[in-house]
């Protein structure tokens, strides 16, 4: 059974501060992973997507990825109240084609 | 450009009713999948279609089903309708520049929201 594990949160942070977002997964073989953010009553929207290890950085955001863990993550730089929401991570699994595999999300809130 | 488009945005059906959805891709975009999304199971992936074939399945009976069409429009139909397929159903549109190789990204629509009484 392939997993994506997130702590559910609520994660709550100042205005300004890093947000730190984690997600594990189980299968070794896994190459594509997502990071998806959804407002109540809304559609998830990509945010960021890496394939390789290491960081990978657009604009506030950062997502990090170590194979070797099965762990990756998203860092919010300068969390603004706007960023609250619920962060989704995906994961795409070997032969799976397009299909993702949800954690449960994590809760961010971000108070002023 | 246009995003992805689904109709209709909201439904409500009586139990034992069947219900079709609709999803539009992004133009040029040849992968559609379906997602249905409750606070219980979050998101579940129901199937994938490209070029008009199903080439994956998620964990669901078979009172769900779809199909894509040759301008890769899809369609979702729920049969015989039950109180616990109240969700909001996601449908997700994908490039695939490679087929198979599993490195393109997925762009969702608003979603439907079904309710079942």
């Known amino acids: 059974q392939k997993e994506v594990e997130q702590n559910s949160g609520p994660l709550s942070v100042p205005e300004g501060a890093i947000a730190s977002l984690n997600c594990t997964y189980s299968?070794?073989?896994?190459?594509?992973f997502f990071w998806y953010r959804q407002y109540s009553g809304k559609s998830p929207e990509l945010i960021m997507f890496?394939?390789?290890?290491g960081d990978k950085e657009d604009g506030r955001f950062t997502a990090q990825l170590n194979k070797a863990s099965q762990y990756v993550s998203l860092l919010i730089r300068d969390s603004q109240p706007s960023d609250s929401a619920t962060y989704l991570c995906?994961?795409?699994?070997?032969?799976?084609?397009?299909?993702?595999?949800f954690g449960a999300g994590t809760r961010l809130a971000v108070h002023p | 450009k246009a995003g992805v488009t689904q109709t209709p945005r909201y439904l409500i059906k009586t139990r034992g009713q069947q219900v079709t959805l609709s999803c539009s891709p992004i133009?040029?975009?040849?992968?559609v999948s379906w997602y249905q999304q409750t606070p219980g199971q979050g998101l579940q992936f129901l199937f994938e279609?490209?070029?008009?074939?199903?080439?994956n399945k998620g964990n669901f009976p078979g009172r769900f089903s779809g199909r894509q069409f040759s301008n890769s429009r899809s369609e979702m139909n729920v049969s015989t309708l039950e109180l616990g397929d109240s969700a909001l159903y996601l449908c997700?549109?994908?490039?695939?520049?490679?087929?198979?190789?599993?490195?393109?990204?997925?762009?969702f629509g608003q979603g439907t929201r079904l309710t079942v009484v």
């Open positions: 890496i394939y390789s290890n």
């Open positions: 133009s040029g975009h040849r992968s």
């Open positions: 997700a549109s994908s490039l695939d520049r490679s087929p198979g190789t599993g490195t393109t990204e997925a762009f």
């Open positions: 279609y490209f070029s008009e074939t199903q080439r």
């Open positions: 995906a994961v795409r699994y070997p032969g799976g084609y397009n299909k993702l595999i």
């Open positions: 299968d070794r073989g896994s190459q594509s």
